[in-house]
């Protein structure tokens, strides 16, 4: 299994960025793809996940980031995505994708959110 997550970056507060997961070694495509985040000092937490279209693509987004992070895959290209509108300085972390039902992680994407 492999994860590669990229598209972080450093942004204004209110700006926008697509993250991309690019899966490996497993058949991406059955599997719930999830995305977490990791800051400074504080725990890894679940931010957005996506069923497989066989379980109807259901998404879950995190409370603090409902209605601004919108989570997609494209299983042709085996990638999940992460578009994250209107940006906090809270939402600053790294970002890493996962499949649920592989415990393998990425290296994860830096994003800073800073004027």
């Known amino acids: 299994v492999q994860l590669v997550e990229s598209g972080g970056g450093l942004v204004q507060p209110g700006g926008s960025l697509r993250l991309s997961c690019a899966a490996s070694?497993?058949?991406?495509?059955?599997?719930?793809m999830r995305w977490y985040r990791q800051a400074p000092g504080r725990e890894r937490e679940l931010v957005a996940s996506i069923m497989s279209a066989g379980a109807g693509g259901i998404t879950f987004y995190a409370p603090s980031v409902k209605g601004r992070f919108t989570i997609t895959r494209d299983n042709t290209k085996n990638t999940v995505y992460l578009r994250m509108d209107s940006l906090k300085p809270e939402d600053a972390a790294v970002y890493f994708c996962?499949?649920?039902?592989?415990?393998?992680w990425g290296q994860g994407t830096q994003v800073t959110v800073s004027s």
């Open positions: 070694g497993f058949t991406f495509s059955s599997y719930t």
């Open positions: 996962k499949s649920a039902g592989h415990n393998y």
